[in-house]
């Protein structure tokens, strides 16, 4: 029987429901058996439950002989360019630590087979609780695009050690609250920030960068006859940026609440100055001098720090 990756995931939750299935990862050496309740090994062993979840149903599938590289199963085995399908999966108390891939190994593959990029990410979010227990909290579906971002220092998020670029790591797609960083909008913007990180890997940008994406363009329009829309990452690169709206919107609202304390200090500048002309002695005349004068102190520094915060919302708007 075969099943595409969209009919396999509504299988598991409605055939299996597997969001009410509980299970444990048991070990047996000699004649001593344990549970394991070390969270980080059920990611793996999620892939192989699948395997066999897979062949108990008598699904169709052949599985990739490549571990390095999407995709763990290939579900049309008489056409390994339709059906790919990988696996993961992460503890839903935290946000997703696994690899997507090694990007220079990525880069290579898409560029030359951009089918890949059809690839469909099949995520389980697990639970184990003290004892031990597995429970499956949420299952996606989703394409590479919808499951990456962008990060500080480079358009895509990366593992990145001693300067050197080694893993592909996703963002957080599924949190309604706002993050750093924004997972990517489609596929011709995530094909962007590949092309533009390129030049950032030193290896790549000596070698393959400056004509990497005119390459990915005819093979993709080869294999899909028509080009994509790729953009340039200078025009894009900001709306993926929540950090600098954040950093906007908050240099905005104290530039509006100084306004406004300014505007109420004037206010309060002119009831003072009321006060001197009405005043009928001079001890009333010599109060109202005073706080006429304490007033204006306040005037002064609520200028210097609506100076400050005009310059800075100035200064994120402009960068």
């Given at each position: 029987?075969?099943?595409?990756a969209?009919?396999i ?9 597997i969001?009410e299935?509980?299970g444990e990862i048991?070990?047996y ?5 344990i ?6 090994v059920?990611?793996?062993i999620?892939q192989?439950?699948?395997?066999g979840?897979?062949d108990k149903?008598g699904?169709e599938?052949?599985?990739s002989?490549?571990s390095?590289?999407?995709?763990d199963?290939?579900l ?9 399908l ?5 503890n839903?108390?935290?946000s997703p630590?696994?690899d997507?891939?090694d ?9 030359e ?6 690839v469909?990410y ?5 639970d184990?609780?003290?004892s031990?227990?597995v ?17 500080a220092n480079y358009p895509?998020?990366?593992?990145v050690?001693d300067n050197v670029i080694?893993k592909?790591?996703?963002g ?7 993050t ?9 913007d995530?094909i962007?920030?590949?092309?533009e990180t390129?030049f950032?890997?030193?290896k790549?940008r000596?070698?393959?960068a400056?004509?990497?994406l005119?390459?990915f363009q005819?093979n993709y329009?080869?294999?899909?006859g028509?080009?994509?829309n ?8 900001d709306?993926y ?5 954040k950093?906007?919107e908050?240099a905005n609202?104290l530039?509006?609440r100084?306004?406004?304390n300014?505007?109420k200090?004037e206010?309060r ?9 009405e005043?009928?002695?001079d001890k ?13 102190k306040q ?5 210097l720090?609506?100076?400050?915060a005009?310059?800075q919302?100035?200064?994120l708007?402009?960068n």
């Amino acid at each position: 029987m075969k099943l595409t990756a969209r009919e396999i995931v509504d299988k598991l939750l409605n055939d299996d429901n597997i969001l009410e299935l509980a299970g444990e990862i048991k070990f047996y050496l000699g004649d001593v058996d344990i549970v394991v309740k070390q969270k980080d090994v059920v990611g793996n062993i999620m892939q192989e439950w699948l395997q066999g979840w897979l062949d108990k149903n008598g699904i169709e599938y052949a599985p990739s002989e490549n571990s390095q590289m999407p995709p763990d199963f290939f579900l049309n085995p008489d056409d390994k360019t339709k059906g790919l399908l990988e696996v993961k999966a992460f503890n839903r108390n935290g946000s997703p630590g696994f690899d997507i891939a090694d990007f220079r190994m990525y880069v290579e593959e898409i560029q030359e087979k951009p089918y890949m990029l059809d690839v469909d990410y099949l995520i389980f979010g697990y639970d184990m609780n003290g004892s031990g227990v597995v429970t499956i909290k949420d299952v996606w579906l989703k394409k590479v695009w919808q499951i990456t971002r962008r990060m500080a220092n480079y358009p895509i998020n990366l593992q990145v050690k001693d300067n050197v670029i080694h893993k592909i790591r996703p963002g957080v797609w599924y949190s309604e609250r706002a993050t750093d960083y924004a997972i990517f909008d489609c596929l011709e913007d995530f094909i962007c920030a590949i092309e533009e990180t390129t030049f950032k890997e030193p290896k790549l940008r000596n070698s393959i960068a400056s004509t990497w994406l005119e390459k990915f363009q005819r093979n993709y329009k080869a294999w899909y006859g028509y080009e994509l829309n790729v953009p340039r990452w200078g025009a894009i690169k900001d709306k993926y940026d929540l950090i600098s709206g954040k950093k906007i919107e908050k240099a905005n609202e104290l530039l509006e609440r100084v306004k406004k304390n300014k505007q109420k200090i004037e206010e309060r500048i002119l009831k003072c100055q009321e006060k001197i002309i009405e005043a009928k002695t001079d001890k009333q005349r010599e109060n109202a001098n005073n706080s006429l004068d304490k007033v204006k102190k306040q005037l002064e520094s609520i200028n210097l720090k609506l100076e400050e915060a005009q310059e800075q919302y100035d200064f994120l708007m402009r960068n």
